[in-house]
C-alpha cells in the first residue's frame, strides 16, 4: 500500500528533515529512518529502548560520488505481509513469514547525485534491510570501495559480545572470545551480543549472492561498521546497472533462545529455484575421514590408505546393517600425496587411485542399499577445480553418487584463480569471487541431481531456502580438532555455537565420538573434550539435514547401548523449539520427527548440553501433545562423570512421560543428556 508521503513523514524544525517510522507487527521494535542533516540514517528501539542508535547509511564508488551527504527521503511505501510456507528439510516444516515493511527512497540532486532506495522489514523478531539501487545514468559500471551501513550500539559499553576474527589465516575455525563488546575487533558474522538491559542481539546478513561478504569494523568505540571483503585488486564489490545488496540482519530477543527460535534468515531469501527436490535426501552416514585425522589411515596413496575398494566395502556392510544412508570416502582420487594443503594445481576429480574401483563400489552400494558419498578437495585452487566440474559432476551422477562434500582448503586470502590473462590471483574465501565460486558449484550440480555439502565455506546466509540442494557446510571448528587442534574445541565450544554460528544455518559438525583415549586418556591430550553423553546430545543440538557417525565403526560396536541413539535420531524435522539457554554456558533443544522414510513422525527428541560447569536444568515437557503418552528414553551422564576423567560414565533409562511431567536434566561437566520420546 502507497500512502501519501506527508503521512508516513515527520517533519522536523532542522532544514524540514523528514523521519520514516515502521514497527513490528507485535509493535515491540520500532525503526526510524531519517534523512537529518541531509544524511541518510536509521536506528531501532525495542520494548521503546534504543539498540541501535543513529547509524549511517550509503556506499561510496570509485568512480562516482558517493551515496551520502546531501541525500534525502524522497518517497516512501509500507506494506504489510502474513504467509507461510514449507521447506523441504529443515528444522521445521512450516515457516511463518510475517512483517511489515518500508521502502525508503533516497535522492541527491544530478550532477554529483543519485537515487537509491533502503528496503526494511520488521519482524517481532528482529530487522532487515537492503538496499536497491536501480538502473540510473553514470552508474552502467560500479565498483563499490565501502558500505557506509553502521550499526552503533545502544550502551555499548555495558554490552557482552561472542565473536571470532574476521580476515585471518583460519577462515572461520577460530575459538569464540567473550569480551565486553568494546573489545571486539574486525569479526565475523553473526556476531552475538547482550546488551546492559539483557537483552540480545545478533547482526548477520541474508541471501548473500554476487556481492562480498560483510564482516564488522569497530573503529569508533561502540559502533560497529560494515566492512566488505575486498577483491585481490581492493575493490569490495563490482556491479554492472541496477543491484540490490544481501540483506543486512539484526536478531532482537529478550532471552537467548529466542535468537534461536527465529526464522528471519530464511524469510529473507528468496523461494526454491529448483523445482522438484525430492532427490534432496536429508539422512545420516559413516565415512572413511576419522581414521586420517588420528593418523590411523592417510588420504594419499600407501600401505595405509584409507580409500581403498576393500575399506569402503566393509564401511558400506557397516552402514546397510546399522541403517546408515551412505559412506563418505576421502583420498580417492589422484592428488593426495605428498603435501596435500599445497596440491590445488595437481587435483584431478575424475581419476581414481589404482586401489580405488569406483565401478565396483557403485554397483555393490546400490547391491547393499548404501550411497557413496563423493568429495571433491581444491586445496584452493578453484580455477583447477571449475576446469573440472562439469566432469567430475557427470561421472558422481553416473556413480549414484547424491551429496558430495566439496574442500576448499587454503589460509584466508589465499584462494588461488586464475584470471583472463593467464595470471594467478589470490582471493579472499568470502570475498565477491568467491561467493559467486560456491553458488556455482551448488546450481550446477543441482542440474546432476547433487547436494552440496561445503567444506571452508563462505558463511551460510538462508541460500538453502533457494536452492535446497545447498545441504549443509561446515564454517567453524568441527570435530576435527580435537583430533589435532591447538586447543582442541573447548567444553563451552557447543553452546556457544547454538547461539552464534548456528543462527546462520545447518552445520557438518561431524558428532559422535565415543574412543575418547586415541591419544592417551586424561584432560591434558587432543580429544573431544566432552562426555560420552554429550556426543549423543549433539545429534539433536547441532542442526544438520545429514549427521555423520564420525567415529571408527569397531567403537561403536564397543558401545552398542549407546550407539542405538544415534541409529535412531533422525535429521529431519517438523517442529524445532530451543528451550532453554544461556550463550556459551548451555542449551537444550527439542524437535518433533517429520514423518519420513522410516520414521513415524510422532516422536519427540531432546538434547542438553552445557560447558565445563556441572548444572542441572528443569525442563517442562508441555511441547508434547496433551493428552498422549510417551516412553522417555533417557541417555544422560552417570552420577560419577565428568568429561576428563570419567566421560564413559552413562546411565540409560526409560519412564513414561506426558506434556504435565518435567524432567530434571542433571548434565556432569561438559556433558549432556539425550532423549527420544517414543510416541506410545
Known amino acids: 500500500m502507497r500512502l ?107 550532477p554529483q547525485g543519485g537515487t537509491y532506495t533502503v528496503r526494511f522489514r520488521a519482524f517481532n523478531d528482529g530487522v532487515g534491510f537492503r538496499y536497491e539501487v536501480p538502473k540510473q545514468a553514470g552508474f552502467e559500471n560500479i565498483e563499490i570501495t565501502k558500505e557506509l551501513t553502521e550499526f552503533a550500539i545502544s550502551g555499548a559499553d555495558k554490552a557482552t ?52 561478504g560483510m564482516v564488522l569494523n569497530q573503529r569508533r568505540p561502540g559502533t560497529l561498521q560494515a566492512d566488505l571483503t575486498p577483491w585481490s585488486d581492493g575493490v569490495a564489490v563490482k556491479k554492472h546497472g541496477a543491484f540490490n545488496t544481501p540483506w543486512r540482519t539484526i536478531q532482537i530477543g529478550d532471552k537467548a533462545v529466542d535468537l534461536i527460535n527465529s526464522d528471519i ?105 548404501v550411497q557413496l558419498i563423493g568429495h571433491h578437495e581444491t586445496s584452493g585452487n578453484v580455477t583447477n577445480y571449475r576446469n573440472q566440474m562439469e566432469d567430475a559432476y557427470a561421472l558422481y551422477e553416473k556413480s549414484n553418487v547424491s551429496q558430495v562434500k566439496t574442500g576448499y582448503v587454503a589460509d584466508g ?108 586418556s586424561g584432560g591434558d591430550t587432543n580429544r573431544p573434550q566432552t562426555t560420552l553423553a554429550k556426543q549423543l546430545a549433539l545429534y539433536v543440538v547441532m542442526y544438520s539435514p545429514i549427521q555423520m557417525a564420525a567415529d571408527l565403526p569397531r567403537n561403536y560396536l564397543a558401545k552398542p547401548d549407546a550407539f542405538k541413539f544415534i541409529q535412531d535420531v533422525p535429521t529431519d524435522w517438523q517442529q524445532s523449539i530451543a528451550l532453554a539457554g544461556e550463550v556459551g554456558d548451555y542449551v537444550v533443544f527439542a524437535r518433533k520427527e517429520r514423518k519420513r522414510d522410516n520414521y513415524s513422525g510422532n516422536d519427540w527428541f531432546l538434547g542438553a548440553v552445557t560447558d565445563e560447569q556441572a548444572r542441572s536444568i528443569e525442563i517442562k515437557l508441555d511441547f508434547l501433545e496433551q493428552g498422549k503418552k510417551f516412553e522417555a528414553q533417557i541417555y544422560r551422564d552417570g552420577n560419577k562423570a565428568q568429561w576428563k576423567n570419567n566421560p564413559y560414565d552413562l546411565k540409560i533409562e526409560k519412564r513414561i512421560v506426558t506434556a504435565a511431567d518435567k524432567l530434571t536434566l542433571k548434565l556432569a561437566t561438559s556433558g549432556g543428556t539425550a532423549i527420544r520420546f517414543k510416541a506410545l
Open 4 to 110: 501519501p508521503l506527508l503521512l508516513l513523514l515527520g517533519l522536523s524544525s532542522a532544514c524540514f528533515a523528514k523521519d520514516a517510522t515502521i514497527q513490528s507487527p507485535n509493535g515491540n521494535i520500532t525503526i526510524t529512518i531519517s534523512d537529518q542533516q541531509a544524511t541518510p540514517s536509521y536506528k531501532i528501539s525495542f520494548n521503546g529502548k534504543d539498540v541501535i542508535e543513529n547509524s549511517a547509511l550509503g556506499f561510496e564508488f570509485k568512480q562516482q560520488a558517493a551515496f551520502a551527504e546531501g541525500f534525502t527521503i524522497t518517497d516512501v511505501n509500507n506494506s504489510q505481509h502474513n504467509s507461510q510456507w514449507q521447506q523441504p528439510w529443515g528444522e521445521r516444516q512450516t515457516i511463518i513469514d510475517k512483517h511489515n515493511e518500508l521502502a525508503v527512497t533516497f535522492k541527491k540532486p544530478a
Open 161 to 212: 559480545a561472542w565473536w571470532i576474527p574476521a580476515r585471518g589465516w583460519n577462515r572461520y575455525e577460530y575459538v569464540y572470545n567473550t569480551t565486553p563488546l568494546q573489545q571486539a575487533a574486525l569479526a565475523h558474522t553473526p556476531f552475538t551480543f547482550k546488551n546492559a538491559d539483557g537483552v540480545h542481539v545478533s547482526i548477520h546478513e541474508a541471501a548473500l549472492v554476487d556481492y562480498a
Open 265 to 369: 534468515i530464511l524469510n529473507l531469501n528468496e523461494p526454491n529455484k529448483l523445482g522438484d527436490v525430492s532427490w534432496v535426501k536429508p539422512g545420516k552416514y559413516v565415512g572413511i575421514w576419522w581414521g586420517m585425522h588420528i593418523n590411523e589411515n592417510t588420504w594419499g596413496s600407501g600401505e595405509k590408505h584409507g580409500a581403498t575398494t576393500k575399506e569402503t566395502k566393509r564401511y558400506m556392510d557397516f552402514a546397510a546393517k546399522y541403517g546408515f544412508d551412505g559412506v563418505l570416502v576421502e583420498g580417492w582420487n589422484i592428488g593426495w600425496d605428498g603435501d596435500w594443503f599445497f596440491n590445488g594445481d595437481v587435483f584431478s576429480f575424475t581419476k581414481p587411485y589404482a586401489d580405488f574401483d569406483i565401478a565396483e563400489l557403485t554397483r555393490y552400494g546400490k547391491e547393499k542399499g
Open 413 to 520: 586470502g589465499n584462494i588461488k584463480r586464475i584470471d583472463e590473462n593467464g595470471i594467478a590471483r589470490h582471493e579472499w574465501h568470502d570475498g565477491q569471487f568467491m561467493v559467486n565460486e560456491y553458488l556455482h558449484s551448488v546450481q550446477l550440480a543441482a542440474k546432476h541431481k547433487i547436494s552440496i555439502n561445503t567444506h571452508e565455506p563462505i558463511k551460510d546466509t538462508g541460500l538453502r531456502r533457494t536452492y535446497p540442494n545447498w545441504i549443509a557446510r561446515e564454517g567453524a571448528r568441527g570435530q576435527e580438532f580435537n583430533a589435532w587442534g591447538t586447543p582442541p574445541n573447548p567444553p563451552e565450544h557447543i553452546p556457544m555455537l547454538a547461539f552464534t554460528r548456528m543462527l546462520a544455518g545447518p552445520m557438518d559438525f561431524t558428532p559422535g565420538i565415543f574412543d575418547m583415549s586415541f591419544n592417551g
